[in-house]
Nanobody
Framework: QVQLVESGGGFVQAGGSQRLSCAAS????????MAWFRQAPGKEREFVAA????????YYVDSVKGRFTISRDNAKNAVYLQMESLKPEDTAVYYC?????????????????WGQGTQVTVSS
């Protein structure tokens, strides 16, 4: 059993930056691949980024490449999402997720653990 708690959401102006954090607790270990998803009102949950167990491999949806950076600190059982050059279309509830699978997936159904979500609102 793993618990994930996101933080760092809030309001930001377009073009600004924001850093999201996800703290893991419970029976955590470095075997978990971590990811960020987001969901805007009326839309399906969308894959944003994932990071391998070691932190050496990262994966991003095309719309955030070059703007978002996912990282992790296994010693702190934490994963982060640094968001730069934010756009209004980035507005969504952001969720962190974890899975024991070896290869990342863009499908939210492949993830075993989820945080409660944190709202990110980007104004024009």
């Amino acid at each position: 059993q793993v618990q994930l708690v996101e933080s760092g959401g809030g309001f930001v102006q377009a073009g600004g930056s924001q850093r999201l954090s996800c703290a893991a607790s419970g029976r955590t270990n470095s075997n978990y691949l971590m990811a960020w998803f987001r969901q805007a009102p009326g839309k399906e949950r969308e894959f944003v980024a994932a990071i391998s167990q070691s932190g050496r491999g990262t994966y991003y949806v095309d719309s955030v490449k070059g703007r978002f950076t996912i990282s992790r600190d296994n010693a702190k059982n934490a994963v982060y999402l640094q968001m730069e050059s934010l756009k209004p279309e980035d507005t969504a509830v952001y969720y962190c997720a974890a899975t024991s699978r070896l290869y990342y997936s863009r499908n939210n159904r492949d993830y075993d653990y989820w945080g409660q979500g944190t709202q990110v609102t980007v104004s024009s």
